[in-house]
């Protein structure tokens, strides 16, 4: 394939996470900015990162800010005095960096993530992403006797993984569940539930006591769906999770799938959700729910540092995990998603590809984990790097729920692997969540999506 017809199919599907992708079409690291640099591999210089190589980072600029990326990038240029390291903090990173890697000039080292990021199954099937077994095999920059992979706590290397090869490294250990304010359930003498039929009931109270009982983030439909995921695999077990991952026949039509969308349909229903929660952003429903207007909120552990300046000093806020649908779920009660977030990847076409390695093994060290840890609150990837800090209560509450979860934490990849799943799945969830799509409907329309995906010869395919 020549490049100009290389680009142009990469370029679709980087647009629309569905447009085929040949494979085998692509050069060798350096992209049109010339051939990768190397220098020589020695015991200081494990990745053989070539000297006066200049280095540019990209850093998705959300909730934990940047700061942490350029701290570690001073310590880069400690080992490295000669390069020049250009950095850029940004939000839209798939908008900003798309054309980029269209053009074979990507940066050396992004970090994935947010609303607008790139599409990493469709980076992956074009060769865009470089294999990081090197840096995983290569000595950790805090303590040479131990691999970076052996750093890193369990389940992050496997987070990043697409067909046995690792592609991306997840600096943030994140569990997604249930938000409330501990001050405001001590006060009403309210308790977490346990169960749905619990969680109906409590709903009735709150309601009465004039605070809504939920809100959410309604224009990006994920944080509910992941609520509802969430809640499905932990009655319907590891068993239902693989069968949706793999796309097996009838998955998403599981009777498990069909609870855990009713119990959203119902809140809704009985006016258990804030009116108008289906048109927020994210920024207005977790406003409303820090200033008290809801009880409940569906999030991940970033919640904290992206509402802090806008948190009462006493609001004491916490995660639990999603209640079950009855006490016969095949997990039990503090099963949660937990996995990594905060995704980074090297570009295979970057032309300091060695640099970008070296860079993440040196965000990835203890000291600059921790150096993330104290300013963006946030529970890193890196064993031992809060050990001895004082925790804010939200990324403490998350410590504690993941250390409860302990083997019980689950993590699920189709909205990863399977971009037009993932839309499908926001788009029909989103319709539930404003009451115009029955649960069985939902169902249906997952199914047909996930089917879809199946019979696809030209989308690539994963297992686990």
């Known amino acids: 394939m020549n490049p100009t017809t290389r680009r142009s199919v990469l370029r679709g599907a980087l647009a629309a996470a569905a447009t085929p992708l040949l494979a085998g079409c692509v050069t060798g690291g350096g992209g049109d900015k010339g051939p990768a640099l190397r220098g020589a591999v020695t015991k ?3 990745l053989g990162v070539a000297e006066g190589a200049p280095l540019e980072v990209v850093i998705f600029k959300g909730a934990y800010g940047d700061q942490y990326a350029l701290d570690a990038e001073k310590i880069y240029n400690q080992r490295h005095p000669q390069a020049k390291i250009t950095h850029q903090g940004l939000q839209k990173v798939g908008e900003a960096l798309q054309p980029r890697f269209v053009a074979d000039t990507p ?3 992004v970090d994935n993530t947010g609303a607008g990021e790139l599409d990493l199954a469709t980076l992956v099937k074009a060769n865009q992403v470089a294999d990081l077994t090197e840096l995983l095999d290569a000595p950790s920059l805090h303590d040479p006797s131990v691999r970076v992979r052996d750093t890193l706590l ?20 994140t569990a997604w569940g249930v938000w409330y304010s501990r001050t405001l359930f001590a006060e009403r003498g309210w308790s977490y539930p346990k169960t749905w039929d619990e969680m109906f009931t409590l709903c009735g109270e709150i309601k009465k006591s004039g605070i809504a009982p939920w809100t959410h983030q309604g224009k990006y439909p994920d944080y509910m769906g992941d609520l509802l995921v969430s809640m499905a695999f932990k009655a319907g077990g590891n068993e239902l999770l693989l069968a949706v991952d793999h796309l097996e026949p009838n998955a998403w039509k599981h ?21 108008g929660s289906e048109g927020l952003s994210h920024t207005e429903a977790q406003a409303a729910w820090s200033q ?4 409940f909120l569906p999030c991940g552990s970033w919640l904290e540092i992206e509402q802090q300046a806008v948190t009462p000093k006493n609001f004491q806020m916490a995660i639990m995990p999603p209640p ?8 039990p009660a503090v099963a949660v998603r937990a996995s990594g977030a905060e995704s980074f990847i090297v570009p295979e076409k970057a032309r300091n590809r060695q640099g970008g390695m070296d860079f993440l093994r040196t965000m990835f060290a203890v000291p600059s984990a921790r150096r993330f840890a104290e300013l963006g609150g946030g529970l890193p990837s890196v064993k031992g790097a809060t050990d001895g800090l004082t925790l804010s209560p939200g990324v403490q509450s998350v410590r504690s729920v993941i250390d409860a979860a302990g083997d019980n934490a689950f993590r699920y990849r189709f909205r990863f692997w399977y971009g037009t799943l993932k839309k ?27 089917d879809a995906v199946a019979r696809d010869p030209n989308i690539t395919k994963y297992r686990r």
């Not at 079950?324 to 997990?331: A, P, R, V, W």
Request: hydrophobic share 45%; no cysteine; charged share 20%.
């Open 292 to 295: 008290g207007k809801a009880a």
């Open 44 to 46: 200081e210089n494990p």
């Open 324 to 331: 079950q649908l009855s006490t016969s779920d095949k997990m």
């Open 107 to 109: 940066p050396d080292v």
């Open 424 to 450: 499908s799945w926001d788009d029909a969830t989103g319709e539930l969540v404003a009451g115009r799509l029955s649960a069985q409907q939902w169902a249906d329309r997952l199914q047909r999506a996930a």
């Open 154 to 173: 369990p389940g992050v290397v496997d987070d990043g993984m697409f067909n046995g090869r690792p592609r991306a490294l997840n600096l943030v250990m």
């Open 255 to 275: 009777e498990a799938m069909i609870s855990a969308a009713n119990a959203i349909a119902e809140l809704v229903g009985k006016g258990y959700v804030m009116p």
